[in-house]
């Protein structure tokens, strides 16, 4: 069956960088939109960046400029690059995929373990 299985969270100080990955496992046929959310303590989960399988993305107001998500649809990989790291950026971020599994005619939506991102001031 189809697994999303994330890596690269931790610990980092403010004005740093961090890097997460995101591959799907299985027998997929294709991949279509891949996106990263975030959730803190207490809040809703949302929506951080977005792309599509043609590379049109789509970013949360506030880390436009600062993050980039990158795909490889040969690999079924979902890169996010955050550069300026804010203590606001503290959350748990999962990453999502709309997958389509081998003999089957539509997708369905993955969603990733998530993985813990912490900025220190």
């Known amino acids: 069956q189809v697994q999303l299985v994330e890596s690269g969270g931790g610990r980092v100080q403010a004005g740093g960088s961090l890097d997460l990955s995101c591959v799907a496992n299985?027998?997929?046929?294709?991949?279509?939109?891949m996106g990263w959310y975030r959730q803190a303590p207490g809040q809703q989960r949302e929506l951080v960046a977005q792309?599509?399988?043609?590379?049109?993305?789509n970013y949360q107001e506030t880390v436009e400029g600062r993050f980039t998500i990158s795909r490889d649809n040969v690999l079924n990989i979902v890169y996010l690059r955050m550069n300026s790291l804010k203590p606001e950026d503290t959350a748990v971020y999962y990453c999502?995929?709309?997958?389509?599994?081998?003999?089957?005619?539509?997708?369905?939506?993955?969603w990733g373990q998530g993985t813990q991102v912490t900025v220190s001031s």
């Open positions: 792309i599509t399988r043609g590379a049109v993305t």
């Open positions: 999502n995929m709309d997958v389509q599994a081998s003999g089957r005619e539509t997708y369905q939506t993955y």
């Open positions: 299985g027998s997929i046929l294709r991949v279509y939109t």
